[in-house]
Nanobody, 122 residues
Framework: QVQLHESGGGLAQSGGSLRLSCAST????????TGWFRQAPEKEREFVAA???????YYSDSAKGRFAISRNNDRTMVDLQMNSLEPEDTGVYYC????????????????WGQGTQVTVSS
């Protein structure tokens, strides 16, 4: 079992930055990757960014160039640095652990955190 806990959410102004962290405890799967997803009110959950087991990174079109995902060496922490935030980035951000993260879909993830709220004001 893997337990995930997100932190770092909050309120930011348009153009500002936030850094989200995802702490992983429990079993470590070296072949798994970690992804970030978000869900805005009345919208479906959508892919934001992911880092695979071998360190390859993937971004959604909206995140590319503004967000950066990184991981520590022992794979217990994955961060999402979000810059140039826009009101459209508002939502609950979830981290998740799974396989085939290059597919950018929630269906390949096995473990999910509870989420952290990000609100960007204009």
């Amino acid at each position: 079992q893997v337990q995930l806990h997100e932190s770092g959410g909050g309120l930011a102004q348009s153009g500002g930055s936030l850094r989200l962290s995802c702490a992983s405890t429990g079993r470590t799967y070296n072949s798994y990757g970690t992804g970030w997803f978000r869900q805005a009110p009345e919208k479906e959950r959508e892919f934001v960014a992911a880092i695979s087991w071998d360190g390859a990174v993937y971004y959604s079109d909206s995140a590319k160039g503004r967000f950066a995902i990184s991981r520590n060496n022992d794979r217990t922490m994955v961060d999402l640095q979000m810059n140039s935030l826009e009101p459209e980035d508002t939502g609950v951000y979830y981290c998740a652990v799974g396989q085939e993260v290059y597919r950018r879909t929630s269906s390949t993830y096995y473990y999910w955190g509870q989420g952290t709220q990000v609100t960007v004001s204009s």
